[in-house]
């Protein structure tokens, strides 16, 4: 899952692994994920412990009773941004237009390294390691919980099941709910439901929409 939206999302801006706490929307998003999945047995709960996914896994723990932790694990945090940290595109625009126009111009793995942020490369080592870390703590068939970023999840799940997951520049949704079944008759992770925000909505819980 997500962290629900930011006081920075709201604004436009990137974060990367600054810290920042959810803005009311996103408490609002938070409390509507934990009571979907209130219906949702699960067994543990992890979270990147930068604030905005750390207050959202707290929510989510409140509103569906969940009896345990909030197990925070770093390898989940968000991919570091270099310069783009910390401003809106426009204001990037505005104080350095050569980097905007050259950065625009780049493939997408040759933009991180121009800017001086993690490569998708150094992301997949942190947060593969931290998934097998969570799965190697739980039996197979155990739920499990993991609120993290929008930047890490695509490009944990674009490596996991190809480049048309969240193409071009698309982001789940803040407070969207991911979910992969690992080890079903014996294979790799299964992508059964990617970035649903029906619970946002009122029109049901994480297991409504399936990726064929």
Known sequence: MRHGQSTAN???????QMEFSLSEEGRRQATLAGQALARMDYDALYSSPLARAFQTAEIIASESGFPGEVAPVRGLIERHGGVLEGQTWAEQEERNPEFARKFLSLPEEE?????GAETDEEVMDRFEAAMDEIRGHHPDGARIVVVSHGGSMRAFLRDRFGPEVLPGTHRAANASITRIAWGRNGTGPDLL???ST???????G???????
């Open 10 to 16: 709201a604004k436009g801006v990137w974060q990367g």
């Open 206 to 212: 994480p297991d409504t929409t399936t990726v064929e």
């Open 111 to 115: 933009r991180w390294t121009f800017a």
């Open 193 to 195: 439901d990617l970035a």
């Open 198 to 204: 029906e619970h946002l909505t009122g029109q049901g």
